[in-house]
């Protein structure tokens, strides 16, 4: 196979792929008017829906499954906790090497 017919051979091939991706139309939009959308759009402000979607990607206020994260004090009291410990650990570690 010379040059050229291995370049037209990949070519078609990917030309007839991009066609295939393109004639997939199993899943049609759903069929709604203007109108529709912005009363639906309307609903979801009026019962506070848009305000909680926005917090919750802003990472604002509990998660959807109403488990909150921990506060900020828990956070910095753990993290207390943890660097006593490892201060307590090393001043231990320390007085069994200086033996």
Same mark, same amino acid.
């Given at each position: 196979? *010379?040059?050229?017919? /291995?370049?037209?051979?990949?070519?078609?091939?990917?030309?007839?792929? @991009? =066609?295939?991706?393109?004639?997939?139309?199993?899943? /049609?939009?759903?069929?709604?008017?203007?109108? &529709? %959308?912005?009363? &639906?759009?309307?609903? $979801?402000?009026?019962?506070? +829906?848009? $305000?909680?979607?926005? /917090? &919750?990607?802003?990472? %604002?206020? $509990?998660?959807? *499954?109403? %488990?909150?994260?921990?506060?900020?004090?828990?956070?910095?009291?753990?993290?207390?906790?943890?660097?006593?410990?490892? /201060?307590?650990?090393? =001043?231990?570690? +320390? @007085? %069994?090497?200086?033996?």
């Amino acid at each position: 196979m *010379n040059k050229f017919s /291995a370049t037209a051979l990949i070519a078609a091939a990917l030309l007839s792929t @991009g =066609a295939a991706f393109a004639a997939d139309t199993t899943t /049609a939009p759903a069929a709604k008017t203007r109108a &529709e %959308v912005l009363a &639906e759009l309307q609903a $979801a402000r009026e019962s506070g +829906e848009i $305000a909680a979607l926005s /917090a &919750e990607q802003a990472g %604002v206020g $509990a998660l959807s *499954n109403g %488990v909150s994260g921990p506060s900020a004090s828990q956070i910095a009291a753990k993290k207390a906790a943890d660097k006593a410990a490892v /201060a307590k650990k090393g =001043a231990a570690s +320390e @007085g %069994v090497a200086s033996k």
